[in-house]
């Protein structure tokens, strides 16, 4: 999902559209994505071994870590997997560096403490998500603000699945010390959060719109409130581990919908 949203990130946003033999063959763009999909990676590995507990109550058959790979190894892993992302960030720019010592940075601290917090730990997760968009801009200065705007898109609607996936998760996270806002708020409150949230992301995304004078990119955002308006309909009578989780599958739709129309706007 990430190489496919970054290269049609460079291709669509960045282009030109009319060069895509080149870009697709373009070794500036394999390096990055590689050097993204590494340090993420790596990031899946240390978030996996610091909850394997909390795994096997949340989601028992996902359990990897202590089952079928041992944790030494894991470990081992999730550094090399590191080294190798920010050695080539290094070798693409400085610039690409530091997006990517950063992103590391952000995945130990997400994994290792902020996770067990309330709120922080979404924002984290959402920012990287971000992060995997905004590491394009900043090497390549074409459009920058239009990758941008994708980038507020894609934290945003990270921002909404993260939380969720905390009400999901609720009945493992709480055995274990956890203090995520379903938890410390309760679902009822968790979910009037989640509303203010997204009145306030649908106007940031129309509003970057017409600053940006694209009055395309607003008939797609608005195309998109089909799915968020079902989102809303579904969450509010959701109180299940089984419908959060169709919810959170339903953020990974709009997100995956929202990247695509990025098609359209090369028509």
């Known amino acids: ?21 080149l870009i697709l063959g373009e070794n500036t763009l394999f390096l990055i994505t590689l050097s993204t999909v590494l340090i993420a990676a790596a ?24 089952r079928y790979l041992k944790r030494r190894v894991a470990m081992t892993t999730h550094q090399v997997f590191n080294v190798l992302g920010c050695v080539i960030g290094l070798y693409v720019s400085k610039w690409v560096f ?22 922080v730990g979404n924002v984290i997760v959402s920012l990287l998500t971000a992060l995997s968009l905004i590491i394009l801009a900043v090497y390549f200065p074409q459009n920058r603000e239009l990758v941008s705007l994708y980038a507020l898109f894609a934290f945003g609607i990270s921002l909404i699945r993260e939380i969720i996936k905390d009400m999901e998760d609720v009945r493992g996270d ?14 009822p409150r968790t979910k009037l959060f989640l509303y ?19 009055p395309q990119l607003a008939w797609l ?5 089909g799915l968020i308006s079902w ?13 959060f989780g169709a919810l959170s599958s339903l953020c990974k739709i709009i997100m995956l919908v929202g990247m695509m129309s990025m098609i359209l706007l090369v028509y």
């Open 1 to 21: 999902m990430i190489a496919l949203t970054q290269y049609m990130t460079r291709i669509f946003l960045i282009g030109p559209v009319s060069e895509w033999k």
């Open 43 to 66: 990031g899946y590995v240390i978030n996996d071994y610091f909850d394997v507990k909390i795994d096997l109550i949340n989601k028992p058959d996902r359990v990897i870590i202590g």
């Open 98 to 119: 530091l997006v990517s010592v950063l992103s590391v940075t952000l995945l130990w601290l997400y994994a290792s403490f902020f996770k067990k917090r309330p709120f």
């Open 174 to 187: 709480a055995s274990h010390g956890c203090r995520t806002l379903p938890i410390v708020w309760g679902i």
């Open 196 to 214: 203010a949230l997204i009145m306030l992301f649908i106007p940031a995304l129309f509003l970057a719109a017409h600053w940006l004078q694209n």
């Open 221 to 225: 955002f608005f195309a998109l409130l």
């Open 231 to 243: 989102l809303v309909y579904r969450l509010v009578y959701a109180d299940t581990k089984r419908e």
